[in-house]
């Protein structure tokens, strides 16, 4: 057998694969010996089957799966020892004059190889990192939300702007039919306020959802629609009152801190703003990593320039999936994984070049503090050793799980990487201002 390579350009190149009969006959007989051995054929007694009968029936498939195995695994393990970093998988050419018959196989394959680039950590158009604070109106708002969760809720007969109204609301023709509650004093502008104020239970009001709310997100919660609908959404909607309700605010004392935190941390108010403003920007500081995060990837993918093997990448994709895609659907489908293909070549450079290495039990480590900051919030704060490995064991057989966990953790060891060795432009903001600068 013979195996050689052939560079077309810095991109592609051609492995061809010469086997002669030497090269998988010993194989062939000795599967085509264990046929004879078991064989049935009618008028021949078990294992006395003569071979010629035996290679007549069965001798070319067995030719044929034995040369495809052989082919398989030289193939491999070419592609190992010559350490090629290929992209895809190797795509076999068609001959279309193929002879099984022939005394030699010739085999050729496409690849497509990964191209060579280095990856700048300072670019000049630097990234922005986000050091989002909790101001003292939503520090002040949270107070408030507190004390009406822990409240005295009391039945009214009519809406009035200090109450919460509970009703169901109805578009038959974007098949909106949801039940939410509502705070009046989230209701933007005097004319929507006015058909709420003085409403009782059965009233069926008329709306219009555009700047019905104060906040876009109170409006997508109140209808039941997504993230994306919610945008520039104008339509009318009625709105079914079936229960109007206010609610006395708790008082601020220690019977209150207590019910929030039970180990006694927080005896005065002072010192509950400084919990709530400590909880909050432990969240935001997770969303401004997962943000800087992304900026970082778009900056990588936009600053780092290489070329890739696109006619064989998109000919690949073209039988990789489940389903067989045309020419043009695979050129759509490449066009869409580009940027992620592009930014996967990137990590994987800078992980290899910075010896950023995930093992088996960084990742059982990472499982087990996922799975104990689940069981923390159903109230089990002291979960045992042997169960959380038992747990974290079961999880990583899942091999989505298990990549879906990997892929975290990766990442967060990136962001400390990029934390570590890149420049950025700091900006200090509210949470109000970071939404706006960011998403919209």
């Given at each position: ?240 009152i079936e229960e109007i309700t206010e609610i006395e605010p ?8 207590d019910k929030l935190f039970a180990d006694g941390s927080v ?50 994709l073209q039988t990789a999936g489940e389903k067989e895609l ?115």
């Amino acid at each position: 057998m013979n195996i050689t390579k052939e560079n077309v350009d810095a991109l592609n190149a051609v492995v061809k694969v010469d086997i002669v009969a030497e090269d998988y006959q010993d194989k062939v007989t000795k599967v085509l010996n264990d046929y004879r051995k078991t064989a049935n054929i009618p008028g021949f007694r078990k294992g006395h089957v003569p071979m010629g009968m035996v290679k007549k029936q069965y001798g070319k498939s067995v030719m044929i799966d034995e040369v495809n195995k052989l082919l398989q695994e030289s193939l491999n393990k070419f592609l190992v020892e010559e350490k090629l970093d290929i992209l895809g998988n190797p795509l076999p050419r068609v001959q279309e004059d193929f002879n099984w018959d022939a005394d030699k196989f010739s085999f050729e394959f496409e690849l497509g190889l990964a191209p060579e680039f280095d990856v700048n950590l300072q670019p000049k158009n630097k990234v922005t990192q986000y050091n989002i604070v909790a101001t003292d109106e939503l520090i002040e708002k949270e107070v408030e939300n507190i004390q009406s969760r822990y409240g005295k809720m009391s039945a009214k007969d009519e809406v009035a702007e200090q109450t919460n109204v509970t009703g169901t609301f109805v578009n038959e023709e974007k098949e909106i039919n949801k039940k939410s509650t509502i705070s009046v004093k989230d209701i933007k502008g005097k004319t929507n306020l006015k058909k709420f104020v003085g409403a009782k239970v059965g009233d069926v009001l008329e709306l219009k959802t555009k700047n019905l709310f104060e906040d876009e997100h109170k409006l997508q919660g109140a209808l039941g629609v997504s993230h994306e609908e919610v945008h520039d959404l104008d339509i009318p909607v009625t709105f079914t009152i079936e229960e109007i309700t206010e609610i006395e605010p708790a008082e601020l004392d220690q019977e209150l801190f207590d019910k929030l935190f039970a180990d006694g941390s927080v005896k005065t108010v002072t010192e509950l703003k400084d919990k709530i403003k400590e909880d909050a920007e432990k969240q935001f500081q997770q969303q401004a990593d997962q943000q800087l995060l992304n900026a970082i990837t778009e900056n990588l993918v936009d600053n780092t320039k290489f070329d890739l093997p696109v006619e064989f990448l998109q000919k690949w994709l073209q039988t990789a999936g489940e389903k067989e895609l045309t020419a043009e659907e695979a050129v759509e489908e490449y066009n869409k994984s580009e940027k992620g293909l592009r930014y996967q070549l990137i990590e994987g450079k800078i992980m290899k070049d910075n010896d950023i290495k995930l093992d088996y039990a960084e990742l059982v480590d990472y499982a087990k503090g996922f799975i104990r900051a689940q069981m923390a919030q159903f109230g089990n704060m002291n979960p045992e050793e042997k169960e959380l490995d038992d747990i974290a064991g079961r999880i990583l057989q899942n091999q989505d799980e298990a990549q879906k966990l990997q892929s975290q953790l990766i990442s967060q060891k990136l962001l400390a990487f990029y934390k570590e060795n890149m420049s950025f432009d700091t900006k200090e903001v509210s949470y109000e201002d970071f939404i706006k600068e960011v998403y919209k």
